[in-house]
């Protein structure tokens, strides 16, 4: 397991190179620059060349870049060129937001997707089981833009139960936090969950036409003990990958929601990095999320071995 | 016997006594509750530095906290505001005295004098877009004495009082230690009504009432006049998506929002909380050729587009509702000195049989006009749409190129890469502010004439001269056809209605503004 755990580890610093090369590469091909955007509509070129020069964004690409793995090197991903401060320190603000948005996301996808999936497959097809995958299928049709915003409608402006945007007050405590992102975790999560209901319940389907669960339902085990504790368990793996991929789907998905529930958010930095081009924020957002990618699917692999006992590295 | 009745006669006056102090308490505990209010805009600004940065956004924030020798009021004329009196022009024009209000203090603890103030003229003049308008005029800037400086000039420039007054790239005064470079301020100390402290990109950002702030005298007008930080506290919340600003405001979680969309404004119509506000004039869209390279370098090739050109499709498509837009071609709108209807006999043609005269006139052989636009725009995309539609119809081969906004910033640099783009220009007091009017600006309006008028205008000091000069400007532009003013639009903003004495102006404050009655 150590030797699996390390050779991942080596595998991941040569994914992140390669990442932090690939965003490089792009983040300086798309046209525009940072200096344009900060001087606003009104610079002439030689203002713009002239901050382009304050910058550092005239020297030559491969200088830029060698800087740029240098600055990697010694874990600083730069500083942002239009927020005044360290690209670490701005994604450190967020960090906290953007972690409790996909928690809560996630939970609801898994609290709505895996229960609705497992009750769909047992009573396939009852009015359950259709009104279920009717139900998931028009969710996942749901874009998160539209259910977040007809979210906001009805129960912030409307109902008055939810702030319509924003984290909060200066000085806001978690518990006001929390209430603000209810509503963005619902507009993330529900499209979400329509995915896991459609896995859950193939995957449960599936192995309930096992042998073993014939042998299981033969032996007089209770309904309840069959799914649970034979069929559950060994459905999960597929469900398992499902969850993780949807965590990284949560995280790009949350740079629409964040814009629209005008959350400071991971998301929120990166949408608006790309719009002004603010490089460094870009390229160090990018490798940290894709680190992170990495991570959870690192996760996702070691967990199978705990859930299936068969499964070794 | 009654509740009273069982009292006794000393119990009672203690009773009262717990009465007025609870209701006491009470009230100061409201009383010492700080007023906030939420300001919904568009974005998070960036550095707000408002000498090197021209966006709208930034010269909102800052003019809370910067503050200028001069600044405009209603009518917009320039009126002093960190300065004790209007300027005293003497040397034909060519030296400008400034004496400036005492005990002006900076929000770091230190006085206002003649030093900062020449020093940060000084950066202005070097870091500034609309400085460097004035720079090649400016001699040079000196403190005379400890509340007087002195501008001297090569030539007289009857701009530069308000140039000074602008907000946008604005000479906003500073402490002179902070002068020193002309990169974007890191560090942000005015002596406005009210001073940052603290910044959270994308989530707010918190200006508190300058306690030592020095106002200028007189009823408030306008910019001008006395400033009083009514509200402690305004936060900034940068809200990019405008369905949400305006949710914010029928959910009064915000107290004002800016930029809204016209189609958005039925939306306040039944609302108990918020009411829209409508700005006259603001902005006006443009179309401007590049007049450097390619095939609209041909005068008469521009002429025809801006007689195919049919402004009033492009307004409704832009912004619908005729009550945010006025098909107006006078660069200078209706009520405002500079108004001039009579000059722009080009405007509002329509007509696709002479621009396929002037194409063929022209010369004209089918090479692709590359126009570019952006959808961060919404209005500027639609009107680009119609645009191409009737330039087509007369003859033209449109390439209409859709770019997010960076890229067309840094490509409208680029004189090989169009032919003409689509931006607005925010309403502004001097004609000499209008980018087009500076021959480095993208599009490159640098013919002889216009140069030759633009600087008769720049040095006449007259006010009724100078009407003249610019009536002969708009006339050139009229038929050299520099860029195409679509016409002019309104901005729709809404305002909470517990917010009081809220002045509508193109660049929203709120000092003076009170939170209710």
Same mark, same amino acid.
């Not at chain 1, 309930?208 to 649970?228: P, Q």
């Not at chain 2, 005293?88 to 005295?97: H, R, V």
């Not at chain 2, 005064?173 to 009210?194: C, H, N, Q, R, S």
């Given at each position: ?57 005239? *020297? ?150 096992? /042998? ?20 559950? *368990? ?26 629209? @529930? ?52 | ?87 005293? #022009? ?144 305004? *936060? ?87 009550? @945010? ?12 000195? @500079? ?38 725009? /919404? ?54 502010? #209008? ?30 001269? *100078? ?51």
């Amino acid at each position: 397991m150590t030797a699996y755990i390390a050779r991942r580890f080596a595998g991941m610093v040569v994914v992140m190179l390669l990442v932090a090369m690939i965003v490089f590469v792009i983040a300086r091909v798309i046209p525009g620059d940072p200096a344009g955007v900060m001087l606003g509509s009104a610079a002439t070129p030689d203002d713009v060349a002239a901050l382009r020069h304050q910058l550092g964004l005239d *020297r030559s690409l491969p200088t830029q870049f060698a800087i740029y793995l240098e600055q990697i090197a010694s874990l600083d991903l730069g500083n942002s060129i239009f927020l005044n401060r360290p690209v670490l320190q701005a994604m450190g603000e967020r960090a906290m937001l953007t972690t409790l948005l996909t928690l809560m996301a996630v939970g609801i996808s898994v609290g709505i997707g895996v229960p609705v999936g497992i009750l769909s497959a047992v009573k396939r097809g009852s009015v359950v089981d259709q009104a279920a995958t009717a139900v998931s299928m028009l969710a996942a049709s749901l874009p998160s833009f539209w259910v977040g915003l007809t979210l906001i409608e009805y129960l912030a402006v409307h109902a008055g139960w939810f702030p319509v945007a924003g984290y909060g007050d200066p000085g806001a405590g978690l518990a006001d936090h929390l209430r603000h992102l209810v509503l963005p975790a619902i507009a993330l999560g529900l499209p979400n969950s329509a995915l896991l209901i459609r896995f859950t319940r193939t995957s449960m389907l599936d192995v309930l036409h096992e /042998d073993y669960i014939r042998t299981a339902r033969a032996k007089g085990l209770g309904a309840r003990a069959v799914v649970f504790k034979h069929a559950f *368990r060994n459905a999960m793996i597929p469900v398992l990958t499902v969850i993780g991929l949807t965590i990284a789907t949560l995280i790009g998905g949350a740079i629409v929601t964040e814009t629209v @529930f005008g959350l400071p958010g991971i998301g929120n930095l990166i949408v608006s990095a790309v719009l002004r081009r603010d490089y460094p924020v870009i390229q160090g957002a990018l490798l940290v999320v894709s680190g992170l990618y990495v991570l959870i699917n690192l996760s996702v692999d070691l967990l199978y071995a705990a859930v299936d006992p068969r499964i070794r590295y | 016997m009654g509740f009273v009745g069982s009292l006794s006669t000393r119990a009672l006056p203690a009773l009262a006594l717990g009465t007025f102090l609870i209701v006491a308490a009470h009230e100061a505990r409201a009383q010492a509750k700080p007023t906030a209010i939420d300001i919904a805009t568009i974005g998070e600004p960036g550095p707000l530095d408002p000498v090197t940065v021209t966006s709208d956004l930034v010269s909102i924030i800052t003019q809370h906290v910067f503050e200028t020798l001069y600044t405009f009021d209603s009518q917009w004329k320039a009126q002093p505001l960190l300065a004790a009196a209007l300027p005293e #022009i003497t040397d034909g024009g060519k030296l400008y005295t400034i004496t400036l209000r005492q005990g002006v203090h900076f929000q770091d603890g230190g006085t206002m004098a003649a030093v900062d103030v020449a020093a940060s003229l000084q950066r202005w003049l070097k870091a500034s877009p609309r400085g460097k308008l004035a720079a090649p005029s400016v001699d040079q800037v000196t403190a005379k004495d400890a509340s007087t400086i002195e501008i001297k000039l090569k030539q007289p420039l009857a701009p530069l009082l308000a140039l000074l007054a602008l907000n946008n790239g604005a000479a906003a005064i500073m402490p002179k230690a902070l002068t020193e470079t002309t990169d974007p301020l890191k560090t942000y100390v005015g002596t406005g009504p009210y001073k940052i402290v603290e910044q959270k990109p994308d989530q707010y950002l918190r200006l508190v009432r300058f306690e030592q702030y020095s106002s200028p005298p007189g009823k408030p007008d306008g910019y001008a006049g006395e400033r009083k930080a009514l509200i402690d506290e305004l *936060r900034f919340v940068p809200v990019p998506n405008a369905t949400t600003r305006v949710d914010g405001m029928l959910a009064a979680q915000y107290q004002f929002a800016d930029s809204l969309p016209a189609e958005m404004a039925p939306r306040f119509k039944n609302t108990q909380d918020a009411q829209p506000v409508v700005v006259k004039p603001f902005g006006f869209p443009l179309m401007i050729f590049n007049q450097k390279t390619g095939p609209m370098t041909n005068v008469v090739l521009r002429q025809a587009a801006q007689a195919a050109l049919a402004p009033e499709e492009m307004l409704l498509a832009a912004f619908g509702d005729p009550a @945010f837009f006025a098909v107006e071609g006078s660069i200078y709108a209706k009520g405002t000195p @500079f108004y001039d209807a009579a000059s722009v006999k080009g405007y509002n043609q329509h007509d696709a049989k002479k621009a396929a005269a002037l194409l063929k006139q022209a010369g004209y052989k089918g090479e692709p006009i590359r126009i570019m636009t952006s959808p961060q725009y /919404d209005f500027l995309y639609k009107m680009s749409l119609v645009a191409q539609q009737n330039l087509q119809e007369a003859g033209f081969t449109v390439d209409l190129q859709v770019l997010d906004w960076a890229t067309l910033l840094q490509k409208r640099g680029d004189d090989k890469a169009w032919e003409a783009f689509f931006t607005y220009h925010t309403f502004v007091p001097e004609p000499t502010l #209008i980018t087009i009017m500076n021959p480095s600006y993208p599009g490159w309006w640098n013919t002889p004439e216009k140069q030759a008028a633009l600087s008769e205008f720049n040095t006449e000091t007259d006010p009724a001269k *100078r009407i003249e000069g610019w009536k002969k400007l708009q006339a050139l532009f009229d038929t050299q056809v520099p860029a195409y003013k679509v016409g002019e639009f309104y901005n729709l903003a809404a305002i909470n209605k517990k917010l009081t004495n809220y002045t509508p102006m193109p660049w929203p404050f709120f000092w003076n503004v009170k939170l209710g009655g």
